[in-house]
């Protein structure tokens, strides 16, 4: 498939957030949808602001690789004790419950990606005692 060869060549040769811009810019939320997936990793680093941007801006039609950016953004949050900012991981909390049904619904869903209930679970088994963080998501 001509898309996917595209695809490929991108991640291979350039920097992975300049390639999802790329896609972002020329309407393909599809490929930009599928790198998000594909290259979980590569969004560690980059910056929360620009990441919650493309989140926003996937959610309709791509909820799953939404997911994955919401997660990487709370988790950061979390992982990093960082209690001045519980209330955006709560938000992104909430965007992950709100999206929790397209995104388990996915059809072509990767297995490496956790279904909401179970990755609620693990995330509490992480972080069950950061009563702060919790009193603040619905």
Known sequence: DFTL??????SIQAEPMS?????????????????????QHAWLAASDYTLQTIAKSL??????????????????ILDNNRSKEYSQAARYFDALDRLSAASDGTIDRPTNIDLHATYCAILRSRHGRKASFWSLTK
């Open 5 to 10: 060869g595209i695809l490929n060549k991108a």
């Open 19 to 39: 390639v999802l811009r790329m896609f972002l810019s020329v309407s393909r939320q599809d490929l930009a949808a599928h790198f998000v997936i594909d290259n």
């Open 59 to 76: 959610e309709r039609y791509h909820p799953l690789a939404a997911t994955v950016i919401y997660r990487i953004l709370m988790e950061n």
